[in-house]
């Protein structure tokens, strides 16, 4: 007896992609994607900001970070594409929006990429040896699109390891931090005192979380490799609440350890603000935080990298993006085109351009996406008569909070950053109208024909 073959799928449908993520692996992607770099570096300009009590901007930052988190959950478990951010918008909104929300998180993630890859290049590295910046960058690049095209699961993998160290390392900064004050050579009293000479404790506690929330970023990544997660209405909204819930506890802990263990004007003079505490502590080599800090810099441009070529692949299947972005790997199924192209973008801009440059608007543009992510949950619910309760649902009053949050806080970004932001998104408008214009065109002569005869189709 024969068994029934499934159909072949349609040689011009777009690939789908494997589904290869538990609850675990995710939850390490996002935990891995949100312990970056940044916490490495920010600690001392968020202490210059709101003072010595840095742990409380850090738990404000990650309040405002978790009332988006919770409309990406709702969206992420209600359309599992790998689009992410313009696949909502897009639903919501139509073919403009869409667009130019997902050239926004593309271009935010290929500059994060171009500014990891130059910071790999830089202090950390010249513990170990002295290498040009753009020859670290080409090689720093080749070697992590390689491991993306590889597969999902290779690459998670590689960033359970990563994560486990630039976690361990955070850890140690804590223990030192808790060492130091033991001895009687930290002040736990530097804990209280939110407020500088230029700001009350509200400004400071706010300006403090302007900087903070770009630590916390790095969750919104982890929906566009929703489509290759197994069950993703169960796994994706524990991995992004447990991983957000696990890294704010960590940044509130190394924020209190580094502030109790050192000066704060010394945390905020310094570009290496938790190499301060391993020196004051001695004992531990700052080669081995070296190394341990260019883990958590290649960790999350791999992430990023990934989250890149998925967002390129999800908005060309949705014809907002050449087609040619939807190749992929006949074995591995990763989408090679969509990698190839977005490392290229990271590489150029890594080669042209300095960190402070990359990294300026970076902020900017994730706030324009979370806001339209957070009005798409509220469009996309009147929308949904059928009262399918199968996914996620944050409460009503979650999505509002967090748009407005992303009105407060770009409210604090200087006029400077936005200058250069909104040339970015004065870019991005324009492509917009001309993919919006594109796709009424191709939908036309579908809609003219759908119907038997080549007439309309009926209401």
Request: proline fraction near 5%; charged fraction near 10%; include cysteine.
């Amino acid at each position: 007896m024969q068994t029934e073959q499934p159909a072949p799928a349609a040689p011009d449908a777009p690939a789908a992609l494997k589904r290869a993520l538990g609850t675990p692996l995710l939850y390490f992607f996002i935990l891995g994607d949100v312990l970056g770099a940044g916490v490495y570096v920010l600690i001392g300009q968020v202490a210059s900001k709101s003072g010595g009590a840095v742990w409380v901007p850090l738990a404000v930052a990650l309040g405002l970070a978790l009332l988006t988190a919770a409309s990406y959950a709702e969206l992420a478990t209600k359309y599992a594409r790998a689009g992410g951010a313009s696949y909502y918008a897009t639903l919501a909104y139509g073919p403009f929006v869409g667009f130019f929300t997902g050239f926004c998180m593309l271009a935010a993630g290929i500059v994060s990429v171009a500014a990891l890859a130059r910071g790999f290049g830089g202090t950390y590295l010249t513990a170990f040896v002295n290498l040009p910046v753009a020859l670290v960058a080409v090689l720093f690049l080749g070697a992590l699109a390689l491991l993306n095209a590889r597969g999902i699961s290779e690459s998670t993998r590689a960033n359970v390891v990563a994560t486990v160290i630039e976690t361990s390392g955070l850890l140690l900064i804590i223990g030192l931090g808790v060492w130091l004050v033991v001895r009687g050579d930290g002040d736990v009293g530097r804990l209280t005192q939110l407020g500088t000479p230029e700001r009350g404790p509200m400004a400071a506690a706010l300006s403090g979380a302007v900087l903070a929330y770009y630590s916390f970023v790095g969750f919104e990544t982890s929906v566009n490799v929703a489509e290759e997660t197994r069950n993703p209405r169960r796994a994706y909204p524990r991995a992004l609440f447990g991983a957000l819930g696990t890294a704010g506890l960590i940044y509130a802990a190394v924020g209190a350890a580094a502030s109790a263990a050192v000066p704060t004007g010394v945390l905020a003079g310094s570009d290496g603000p938790l190499l301060e505490v391993v020196r004051a502590a001695g004992g531990v080599p700052g080669s081995l935080f070296s190394a341990i800090a260019l883990v958590a810099v290649a960790n999350g441009a791999l992430l990023t990298g990934i989250m890149c070529s998925r967002l390129a692949f999800g908005m060309a299947r949705e014809r907002l993006l050449p087609s040619f972005l939807t190749r992929v790997l006949p074995r591995r199924r990763t989408p090679w085109a969509a990698i190839a192209t977005t490392t290229a973008l990271s590489l150029l801009l890594a080669l042209t351009g300095d960190i402070e440059t990359l990294a300026a608007t970076l902020v900017l543009l994730l706030l324009v996406v979370f806001f339209t992510v957070n009005t798409a949950v509220l469009v996309l619910r009147r929308r949904d008569t059928s009262g399918n309760p199968d996914h996620f649902r944050a409460p009503a009053v979650i999505p509002v909070l967090g748009a407005l949050s992303c009105v407060v806080l770009a409210t604090q970004i200087d006029h400077e950053v936005w200058l250069r932001g909104l040339v970015l998104l004065a870019v991005g408008a324009a492509l917009g109208l001309v993919s919006a214009k594109v796709s009424r065109r191709t939908a036309a002569p579908s809609e003219a024909t759908a119907a038997p005869g080549g007439g309309p189709t009926a209401p």
